[in-house]
């Protein structure tokens, strides 16, 4: 069993799917939660209700805005005078094909880009400052297989994101080990969600054909590996992305 005994933690998009299990499972293990949500209020606000005032806080922010996610950070370290580790899990995947107005295409692409990429580089950017003044700290960014696989022609834009993801974290993992500052990223690809429980329905026989372990990821297993990773007892990983795919795509 992980101890998180001691550490505060800020989960991005922690009130539902692998947000929620990410946020139940580190405080399971002992560490003081933030809760960030963006729309799912009542949901951030039962888990927090659920661990206790001491071990959770949850606090709403719309990363859509620019420079909101840097607000975000800072509100978060007031509420225990400190971040100790930073969760990047907050996405969306808005569906766009190129068949679309250009208008259209373009907002889904800043809007995109903007929650997916920019507001993880500001929350990453405030984390690095904040890691220095207390020795160091951890970052573990979510982003998807599909960093590396690409995906669907309406989910260009998605992929796109999460690219960007990677490199962020790989850069940052080699630009600040020497601050003791680790960056990790975990790709997951399906997982069993309620928003992708629809999609996952309708198309079972053929992600079960595509996943050679038969069944898509369950969010506890990301939360799980979130959790160690949070732990600090793989500091020679720093840069590393961890695949949860069931090998549909193997690296």
């Known amino acids: ?30 560490a003081r939660v933030v809760v960030h949500y963006g729309q799912s209020g009542e949901e951030a606000r039962a888990i927090a209700r659920d661990l206790g005032e001491e071990r959770a806080l949850a606090l709403r922010a719309d990363l859509t805005r ?73 970052i573990v960014n979510v982003a998807s297989r599909a960093a590396f696989r690409g995906d669907n022609p309406d989910a260009m834009h998605y992929a796109a994101s999460k690219g960007g993801v990677i490199a962020l974290t790989r850069s940052i993992a080699r630009g600040y080990a020497r601050e ?40 506890e297993e990301v939360a799980n590996t979130v959790a160690f990773l949070a732990s600090g007892l793989a500091r020679h990983m720093t840069g590393a992305t961890l695949d949860l795919n069931g090998a549909s795509y193997v690296r």
């Open 1 to 30: 069993m992980l101890d998180l005994t001691g550490k505060v933690i800020l989960v991005t998009g922690g009130s539902r799917g692998i947000g929620a299990a990410t946020v139940r499972t580190l405080a399971g293990a002992g």
């Open 66 to 138: 620019p420079g909101v996610a840097a607000e975000l950070f800072r509100e978060a370290a007031l509420w225990r005078g400190r971040i100790d580790v930073l969760v990047n899990n907050a996405g969306i995947a808005p569906s766009v094909t190129v068949d679309e107005p250009s208008g259209e295409w373009a907002e889904t692409w800043a809007r995109t880009l903007q929650v997916n990429l920019v507001a993880v580089a500001d929350l990453c950017r405030e984390a690095i400052l904040h890691f220095r003044e207390r020795g160091g700290g951890i």
């Open 180 to 219: 003791k500052i680790l960056a990790y990223a975990v790709a997951p690809g399906w997982v069993r969600t309620d928003m992708a429980e629809g999609y996952l329905r309708e198309h079972a026989a053929d992600i079960a054909r595509d996943i050679p372990l038969g069944d898509v990821v369950p969010p």
